[in-house]
C-alpha cells in the first residue's frame, strides 16, 4: 500500500538558518507528490508538488523539494527560515489507478526560534 | 484555486449529539472529499463524494457514523453521528479542480 513517512516529528531552527524537512514515500509507479503547510487553526496550503519533469520543484513562499526516484524521497527545503514559517509540514503522495486518493505523512511540526 | 467555506470553524458538543459539517464551494467540482485530523495525527480520508452518486468510505469509516450529502457541484455536507470523546478532531473538506487539492480551514470538533 502507498504510504508517506516523515521520520521528524519536530525540528527546531533559528531564524535565518537552513531549513530541510525529510519525506519518504512508497509507491509502485512515478508518484505525484505534494507538500502542504498547516498554520495553526488554518487549513492546508499547497506549497508545491511534483508530477514529472524537473526533480527539484520551486514552491511558494522560497520553499524547495527535490525528488530523488532511486531514495524514494522528496525533502523539502529552504535556505533561510523566517518566524513565520513556523507551521506544521504534510507530505503527501497521490495514488492512482481506481481511487485516486492523497494518503498524507504524519507531519513535522516546525518552531523557529528567534 | 478554488475557495472553500466550512462551517461551522469549531464546536462543543455533548457525547450521543450529532453535528453536521458544511463546505461550500465557490465554483463547481465533481470530486469532494472529507478528512479527519484526530489531535497530533495526520490527516485520514474519511469519503469521497462525487455529486450524482453515494459517498465512497475507506476502511474503517461507515455512513452510518460519518453520513455524507452532495446535493449539487458547489455543496457537500458531513454529519458527525453519536459523537463520542474519540470523534473529537478536525475535520477538514477538500475539492480537486485543474489546479489541484484545495482545502477548506477545517471545523475543530470537541466531544465532551
Known amino acids: 500500500a502507498q504510504s508517506v513517512t516523515q521520520p521528524d516529528i519536530h525540528i527546531t531552527v533559528s531564524e535565518g538558518a537552513s531549513l530541510e524537512l525529510r519525506c519518504n514515500y512508497s509507491y509502485g509507479a512515478t508518484p505525484y507528490l505534494f507538500w502542504y503547510v498547516q498554520s495553526p487553526g488554518q487549513g492546508l496550503q499547497l506549497l508545491l508538488k511534483y508530477f514529472s519533469g524537473d526533480t527539484l520543484v520551486q514552491g511558494i513562499k522560497g520553499f524547495e523539494a527535490e525528488f530523488k526516484r532511486s531514495q524514494s524521497s522528496f525533502n523539502l527545503r529552504k535556505p533561510s527560515v523566517h518566524w513565520s514559517d513556523a507551521a506544521e509540514y504534510f507530505c503527501a503522495v497521490l495514488t492512482q489507478g481506481g481511487s485516486e486518493k492523497l494518503v498524507f505523512g504524519k507531519g513535522t511540526k516546525l518552531t523557529v526560534n528567534p | 484555486s478554488a475557495v472553500i467555506s466550512q462551517k461551522p470553524s469549531r464546536d462543543i458538543c455533548q457525547r450521543g449529539t450529532s453535528l453536521t459539517i458544511q463546505c461550500q464551494v465557490d465554483?463547481?467540482?465533481?470530486?469532494m472529499f472529507w478528512y479527519r485530523q484526530q489531535p497530533g495525527q495526520s490527516l485520514t480520508l474519511i469519503a469521497t463524494?462525487?455529486?450524482?452518486?453515494?459517498?465512497?468510505?475507506e476502511s474503517g469509516f461507515v455512513i452510518d457514523k460519518f453520513p455524507i450529502s452532495r446535493p449539487n457541484l458547489t455543496f457537500s455536507t458531513l454529519t458527525v453521528s453519536n459523537m463520542s470523546p474519540e470523534d473529537s478532531s478536525i475535520y477538514l473538506c477538500?475539492?480537486?479542480?485543474?489546479?489541484?487539492?484545495?482545502f477548506g480551514s477545517g471545523t475543530r470538533l470537541t466531544v465532551v
Open positions: 463524494a462525487n455529486q450524482g452518486s453515494e459517498a465512497t468510505y
Open positions: 477538500s475539492v480537486l479542480t485543474v489546479r489541484g487539492y484545495t
Open positions: 465554483s463547481q467540482v465533481t470530486m
